[in-house]
C-alpha cells in the first residue's frame, strides 16, 4: 500500500488584521495516500499522494458562504489569513470525486475552526483519498482454466471501470457508494459465463475494494469460480457456464 506524503509550511503574503478580527493559521499540510484498510496489495503502489500546490483551498463561513479561496494552497499567507469573530470550514481539494475512472483519484481535507476576537486559530490540515480505490487479480489457476475475463464496474446502469481496457494492476477510483461488479469468463474450449454482484459492504472513502478471482477444484473434481471482494467470499458454479460450440478437431 502507498503511504507518500506531500507537506509544507504554508508561507504566502498576508493582510492587515482589522479591529475585532482574529486570524487563521493553517499551520501545515499534507497529503496522505494511505487507505483506511487492514488489507495491504502491491496493487495500490501506483495510489501516489499528488503535490500542495495541486490543491485549492477555500474558506467558508458557518452559513456555507464563500470568505476566501486560493487556486494553489501555497498561496495561501503563511502569518494568517483575517476573519471575524465566528464559526468557519476550511476545505482543501485536489480533483473531484464526481469523477470516476481509471486515474482519476481526488484527495480532499475539511476543517471546522473557531475564530475569536485578537486570537490566532492554528489549524493543521491532512489530505486523504475521497474516492474508493477498487482493483483486480487473477489467480494463475484462474488464468489457465479461462484465458478471457474481465470485470466491469458499473452504478445504476452506468459504466464506470472496464479492466479489460487497463493493464494489470490498474486502479479505479469511485465515489464511495454501493456498485455492481460484472465478472465474465471464457474457457478454453469458447464456453462463457457471467455473473453480477451488488457490493455493499465496507463502502466509505478512503478505502480498498478489492476483487480476486481463484478457481476452486473441490472433491469428486468439481470446479467453481471464488470472487473475493474484500473479506467476504462469493461462489459461481461452473453449471452455470453456458455451453458454446467445442473446437472442432482436424486431422494432421
Known sequence: MALLAA???????????????????????????????????????????????EFSLSISDGDGEPVGSWNDITEYPGQGYPLDPGTYTATALCGDVEDEGFGLPAFGATEPFTIMHDKTTQVPMIAKLLNMAVTVEYSELFKGYFPTHNVIITREGTELADFSTQPAGSIAYIKPLAFKAAVSYTDQHGRTGSKTFDVTNNIAACTHQRIILDLNEGAGGSVSITVTFNDEVETIV????????EPEETNP
Do not use: H, M, W, Y
Open 7 to 53: 507537506g509544507f509550511i504554508l508561507s504566502g503574503c498576508s493582510r492587515d488584521v482589522q479591529d475585532g478580527q482574529g486570524k487563521l493559521r493553517i499551520v501545515s499540510f499534507s497529503a496522505d495516500a494511505g487507505l483506511n484498510s487492514t488489507i495491504v496489495s502491491r496493487a495500490l503502489d501506483g495510489l501516489v499522494a499528488p503535490a500542495a500546490e
Open 238 to 245: 461452473l453449471d452455470d457456464i453456458e455451453a458454446g460450440d
